[in-house]
Nanobody, 120 residues
Framework: QVHVVESGGGLVQPGGSLRLSCAAS????????MGWYRQAPGKQRELVAH???????NYADSVKGRFTISRANAKNTVYLQMNSLKPEDTAVYYC??????????????WGQGTQVTVSS
């Protein structure tokens, strides 16, 4: 059984910073890629940032230059450093682990989400 758990959300003022963490646990052999998605009320879930096991990254245009994704492969953990936060960044942020290989399975997994609210 694979579990993906996010942490680090909360309330922050515009211009502030937050750091999200996501850890995948279980009998994991490897993970191809990990990423962060977000979903604001009334909107579809969208990609925020993505990082492969080799370290290649991809960002949504709306967060480029403000957010940084990083990964600790040995710990099956991914981080999202969010700076210069704006009210439009308010959403539930979800972690995704793609191509997770265990001793017996291969699949994609989602965390339960963590709320980020940017407001004065």
């Amino acid at each position: 059984q694979v579990h993906v758990v996010e942490s680090g959300g909360g309330l922050v003022q515009p211009g502030g910073s937050l750091r999200l963490s996501c850890a995948a646990s279980g009998s994991i052999f490897s993970i191809n890629a990990m990423g962060w998605y977000r979903q604001a009320p009334g909107k579809q879930r969208e990609l925020v940032a993505h990082i492969t096991s080799g370290g290649s990254t991809n960002y949504a245009d709306s967060v480029k230059g403000r957010f940084t994704i990083s990964r600790a492969n040995a710990k099956n953990t991914v981080y999202l450093q969010m700076n210069s936060l704006k009210p439009e960044d308010t959403a539930v942020y979800y972690c995704n682990a793609r191509g997770v290989r265990t001793t017996s399975t291969r699949g994609d997994y989602w965390g339960q989400g963590t709320q980020v609210t940017v407001s004065s």
